[in-house]
């Protein structure tokens, strides 16, 4: 059931459930996330029962701060403390140690653990509540099914999931793409997400270059190939190769849809071709991305023709996730 998350009533009754053991769905800027609380392995293991999540994928615990948040690690290190002090609350996750006696199911098992505070204001008035009734932390992948598209509006979420789970109603994710993960059990940041954030912002947050490695041995969901597909058939190519298709095949192509930004949309067929234009700035993008593949999903295409995102690192989270659903 979806519920008006700016309600002071609700978001109680929603720190009631969290605190039973429930699993709560809750907006964040980033993308909705599927919510338990994190010090209880029994009430995690419901998310990945919901989600059909392989229990060896770790989930990113979310927090009021980061003084919560270091009570989950075992090392909160000197570039944690600076990378969530310059850019929580907001779109970044961290790794680093984790405790050994909190988390080990949000975790996966391993010996690390994702923190992230999240700032839009359904989400920290969640949290805040939930900490208010002994709730450390809430465990929270993005509520989806596993494997498919993240959620950016509430509907996504009632979409996926059996109509008896809460569901707080925040509007449409500002973001509208997953949070940049980094990596900071050590000196340097790794990149292991990309988002929202630029390289630049988070090398200046951190004082420090992005470490080359991305090989941390630590196992990321979002890096599976097959993450965050459509059902429909998504191909990504350059604008000459999309030109091209679109004059051999397109018009006669029955179930084909075109995301593309600088190809001028051509005369609708009586065929049906669907044409969704992509925003010209990164952050548009990411904000509608999500949707706009739900969207040709629901339009029954079997086709999605995607013209490769502009260069520069501001399009990194687009053209991360473009990828990842265009992998077969
Ligand atoms: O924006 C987001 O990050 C959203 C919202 C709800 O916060 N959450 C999200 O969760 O995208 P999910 O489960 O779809 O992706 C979480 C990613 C996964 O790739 C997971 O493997 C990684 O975070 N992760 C979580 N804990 C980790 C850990 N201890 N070590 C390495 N990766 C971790
Ligand atoms: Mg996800």
Request: glycine share 8%; proline share 7%.
């Amino acid at each position: 059931m979806v519920l008006n998350g700016s309600e002071a009533a609700v978001i109680e009754r929603a720190a009631l459930e969290l605190a039973a053991g429930r699993l709560v769905a809750f907006p964040t800027e980033t993308v909705y996330g599927l919510g338990a609380r994190a010090d209880s392995d029994a009430a995690v293991a419901r998310i990945f029962e919901a989600k059909g999540r392989p229990a060896d994928h770790p989930v990113i615990v979310h927090v009021t701060d980061a003084a919560a948040a270091a009570a989950y690690a075992a090392n909160w290190t000197p570039l944690a403390e600076r990378l969530t002090a310059r850019l929580w609350p907001g779109p970044l996750t961290v790794i680093v140690e984790r405790k050994p006696d909190i988390g080990a199911a949000a975790a996966a098992g391993q010996d690390s653990v994702g923190l992230r505070c999240p700032a839009h204001p359904v989400a920290q008035a969640l949290l805040r509540a939930a900490a208010a009734k002994g709730v450390s932390g809430v465990a929270a992948p993005s509520a989806n099914l596993f494997g498919r598209i993240s959620p950016t509006t509430a509907a996504h979420v009632a979409a996926d999931f059996p109509a008896d789970l809460l569901v707080l109603d925040g509007g449409a994710c500002e973001v509208g793409i997953e949070s940049t993960i980094v990596d900071c059990r050590g000196a340097a940041p790794v990149l292991l997400r990309p988002g929202i954030l630029s390289n630049e912002l988070i090398e200046a947050a951190a004082d420090q270059a992005f470490a080359a490695s991305a090989d941390a041995g630590l196992r990321v969901s979002g890096q599976l190939e097959s993450h965050y597909a459509p059902r429909a058939t998504l191909r990504l190519m350059d604008s000459a190769k999309l030109q091209a298709a679109l004059r051999v095949l397109g018009p006669a192509f029955p179930g084909l849809a075109v995301y593309s930004h600088s190809i001028s949309r051509v005369r609708q067929q009586p065929g049906g071709l669907l044409w969704r234009t992509m925003p010209a700035r990164a952050r548009a993008a990411a904000y509608e991305l999500f949707s706009v593949l739900r969207e040709l999903d629901a339009a029954g295409v079997q086709l999605i023709w995607v013209e490769q995102p502009p260069p520069g690192s501001e399009w990194d989270g687009v053209r991360d996730r473009l990828q990842r659903a265009a992998s077969p």
